[in-house]
């Protein structure tokens, strides 16, 4: 498809916040989609567990606040997590009337219920398909729209500026050639950022780009240590870290060490509904092994849940499962926790704009703080749809005209060498990311990661040096930004909250940090601490 030189508005993914803020946008003007892929393939499309929502009322959302406020050990800031709550009953309607189809028995939405939720609030969809079919809705409402364009295949390799605002966006396509769109505002709905870690259930897409794109501007970036690990992700050797959605604890799966001990009640009250940041560390020490070259195998065993058909109700995930010979009704399942979604992001406030003019975003890209240290279950595809209609709607009071933008600086493609250089230099990254910065972190192993990663982008910046681009070459670039901030901000937060855990200081110290963590303010020490 050619690319428009000039549009009104460019958004920057095709997920759930991507696709929701263009329906918004459509009916006032000509609206670019960008997706380094194909249309559909994002973590919103992987999403089995489903969409928490509170339907029933004034009760049911100060429940839905409450539970969202206790999981985010004492970070969420609650202006942000009232607007989900309140708004998101009337998006899901929305979806509903678009044409999502949720799970119904006997004409009534099937709910269920998911770790750190009080009730059962889910909304799902083919069982463990919710993403996907919201992806489906949306994709086809916005292709309804003959005021949205969409770009395939196609990389943001970095964003313009001009007088201090965003004015437009350069784009690799699949031929390698530089195009540069301006747009009276841009939004930057690109998802997480998972391939930091070598161990995680995101899929290639999600390299951080947004967050690199948005830093490389001067816009802030919030509590970027706090990253979620889901904890049970399926571990068999050659098999892909599977995410085994945590709708399978809530419909009663006990987890069990290679003892066959259930063991959660060592650590939490709430057993295998506790947060996802205690149930993931426990999984990790459950499966550390003294002396020993492999961890200890820990399992999601459901042989004992009765009055569902568990292929029925997970219909992905047993057929995932069946292709390795496993079956959840018969089957110890192994796990292990893997990099899942991140708290922190590109810093906005509630209807996404930055600390950039012309620049807005929403959903996983973003932190309203509305997660605080540890993101509810399920509350992220909500988090898209509230967060991406508002952001549209700030964006349609961007009343820019048109600026004069000079065509982008030629440039080369990486020859081979460099190329593989680029996979070993990604590769050793995110290994160190994983032993440096995952579950269980400590200060010397934070300073290693530092020292590891500014080998990495040594190497890298002399490929870039040379003028070539590429997309794999503006991914590396991307992975190393996020991986230096969510390092840095690791290292200043000398406490233990929700996600984030450092047995030097295993403890919260909410008198020094009930505060979010800001990379990117200028004039400031790297990583500063403010109260929302």
Same mark, same amino acid.
């Given at each position: 498809?050619?690319?428009?030189?000039?549009?009104?508005?460019?958004?920057?993914?095709?997920?759930?916040?991507?696709?929701?803020?263009?329906?918004?946008?459509?009916?006032?003007?000509?609206?670019?989609?960008?997706?380094?892929?194909?249309?559909?393939?994002?973590?919103?499309?992987?999403?089995?567990?489903?969409?928490?929502?509170?339907?029933?009322?004034?009760?049911?959302?100060?429940?839905?606040?409450?539970?969202?406020?206790?999981?985010?050990?004492?970070?969420?800031?609650?202006?942000?997590?009232?607007?989900?709550?309140?708004?998101?009953?009337?998006?899901?309607?929305?979806?509903?009337?678009?044409?999502?189809?949720?799970?119904?028995?006997?004409?009534?939405?099937?709910?269920?219920?998911? /770790?750190?939720?009080? @009730?059962?609030? =889910?909304?799902?969809?083919?069982?463990?398909?919710?993403? &996907?079919?919201?992806?489906?809705?949306?994709?086809?409402?916005?292709?309804?729209?003959?005021?949205?364009?969409?770009?395939?295949?196609?990389?943001?390799?970095?964003? =313009?500026?001009?007088?201090?605002?965003?004015?437009?966006?350069?784009?690799?396509? @699949?031929?390698?050639?530089?195009?540069?769109?301006?747009?009276?505002?841009?939004?930057?709905?690109?998802?997480? /950022?998972?391939?930091?870690?070598?161990?995680?259930?995101?899929?290639?897409?999600?390299?951080?780009?947004?967050?690199?794109?948005?830093?490389?501007?001067?816009?802030?970036?919030?509590?970027?240590?706090?990253?979620?690990?889901?904890?049970?992700?399926?571990?068999?050797?050659?098999?892909?870290? *599977?995410?085994?959605?945590?709708?399978?604890?809530?419909?009663?799966?006990?987890?069990?060490?290679?003892?066959?001990?259930?063991?959660?009640?060592?650590?939490?009250?709430?057993?295998?509904?506790?947060?996802?940041?205690?149930?993931?560390?426990?999984?990790?020490?459950?499966?550390?092994?003294?002396?020993?070259?492999?961890?200890?195998?820990?399992?999601?065993?459901?042989?004992?849940?009765?009055?569902?058909?568990?292929?029925?109700?997970?219909?992905?995930?047993?057929?995932?499962?069946?292709?390795?010979?496993?079956?959840?009704?018969?089957?110890?399942?192994?796990?292990?926790?893997?990099?899942?979604?991140?708290?922190?992001?590109?810093?906005?406030?509630?209807?996404?704009?930055?600390?950039?003019?012309?620049?807005?975003?929403?959903?996983?890209?973003?932190?309203?703080? @509305?997660?605080?240290?540890?993101?509810?279950?399920?509350?992220?595809?909500?988090?898209?749809?509230? *967060?991406?209609?508002?952001?549209?709607?700030?964006?349609?009071?961007?009343?820019?005209?048109?600026?004069?933008?000079?065509?982008?600086?030629?440039?080369?493609?990486?020859?081979?060498?460099?190329?593989?250089?680029?996979?070993?230099?990604?590769?050793?990254?995110?290994?160190?990311?994983?032993?440096?910065?995952?579950?269980?972190?400590?200060?010397?192993?934070?300073?290693?990661?530092?020292?590891?990663?500014?080998?990495?982008?040594?190497? =890298?910046?002399? =490929?870039?040096?040379?003028?070539?681009?590429?997309?794999?070459?503006?991914?590396?670039? &991307?992975?190393?930004?996020?991986?230096?901030?969510?390092?840095?901000?690791?290292?200043?937060?000398?406490?233990?909250?929700?996600?984030? *855990?450092?047995?030097?200081?295993?403890?919260?110290?909410?008198?020094?940090?009930?505060?979010?963590?800001?990379?990117?303010?200028?004039?400031?020490?790297?990583?500063? *601490?403010?109260?929302?």
């Amino acid at each position: 498809m050619a690319l428009p030189g000039q549009v009104d508005f460019l958004i920057v993914g095709a997920g759930v916040a991507g696709l929701r803020a263009a329906v918004e946008l459509a009916r006032l003007g000509e609206v670019l989609v960008v997706t380094k892929e194909s249309l559909g393939e994002s973590n919103t499309h992987y999403a089995q567990g489903g969409i928490a929502v509170a339907m029933d009322g004034r009760r049911d959302i100060d429940l839905h606040l409450q539970d969202t406020i206790a999981a985010g050990d004492g970070l969420v800031y609650r202006n942000a997590a009232e607007t989900l709550v309140a708004e998101g009953p009337l998006r899901v309607e929305e979806l509903i009337e678009w044409g999502a189809r949720f799970d119904r028995k006997d004409g009534s939405l099937l709910r269920t219920r998911e /770790a750190a939720h009080s @009730v059962a609030r =889910i909304l799902h969809a083919d069982g463990d398909a919710t993403g &996907a079919e919201i992806s489906r809705s949306l994709l086809k409402v916005s292709r309804a729209q003959s005021s949205i364009r969409f770009a395939e295949w196609t990389t943001v390799s970095g964003l =313009i500026c001009q007088d201090r605002r965003v004015v437009g966006a350069d784009l690799i396509g @699949v031929d390698q050639q530089s195009r540069r769109v301006g747009a009276a505002a841009v939004l930057i709905a690109a998802g997480g /950022a998972g391939q930091v870690y070598s161990d995680t259930t995101n899929p290639a897409v999600a390299t951080g780009d947004g967050i690199a794109l948005a830093a490389s501007v001067g816009a802030e970036l919030a509590d970027m240590e706090f990253y979620q690990f889901h904890p049970t992700a399926l571990s068999l050797p050659g098999a892909p870290r *599977f995410l085994l959605s945590e709708a399978l604890r809530g419909e009663g799966a006990y987890l069990r060490n290679d003892r066959g001990e259930r063991f959660m009640e060592r650590y939490h009250s709430s057993l295998e509904l506790a947060p996802r940041d205690v149930v993931a560390r426990a999984v990790a020490r459950e499966g550390m092994s003294e002396g020993e070259r492999e961890p200890r195998a820990v399992y999601l065993d459901l042989r004992h849940v009765r009055g569902i058909d568990l292929h029925q109700r997970f219909p992905g995930i047993s057929a995932f499962l069946s292709q390795y010979g496993l079956d959840l009704g018969r089957d110890l399942v192994p796990v292990r926790p893997a990099a899942h979604y991140l708290m922190g992001g590109i810093r906005t406030d509630l209807d996404g704009r930055t600390s950039v003019q012309g620049l807005f975003v929403a959903g996983e890209a973003a932190c309203t703080g @509305v997660h605080g240290a540890n993101r509810l279950a399920s509350n992220s595809l909500l988090e898209g749809l509230v *967060f991406g209609a508002r952001a549209a709607k700030a964006m349609i009071g961007s009343d820019v005209a048109a600026a004069s933008l000079e065509p982008p600086a030629k440039s080369s493609t990486p020859d081979p060498s460099d190329e593989e250089l680029l996979e070993v230099y990604i590769t050793s990254l995110q290994k160190m990311m994983w032993e440096c910065a995952g579950l269980l972190r400590d200060e010397t192993t934070l300073r290693h990661g530092l020292s590891e990663l500014a080998r990495c982008e040594s190497g =890298i910046d002399r =490929i870039v040096r040379q003028g070539k681009t590429s997309r794999r070459l503006s991914e590396a670039q &991307a992975l190393c930004r996020v991986s230096g901030a969510i390092l840095q901000s690791a290292q200043a937060r000398t406490e233990s909250r929700g996600a984030h *855990f450092c047995s030097d200081y295993p403890h919260r110290d909410d008198r020094r940090f009930q505060k979010h963590s800001i990379i990117g303010r200028q004039g400031a020490d790297p990583v500063v *601490f403010e109260e929302w």
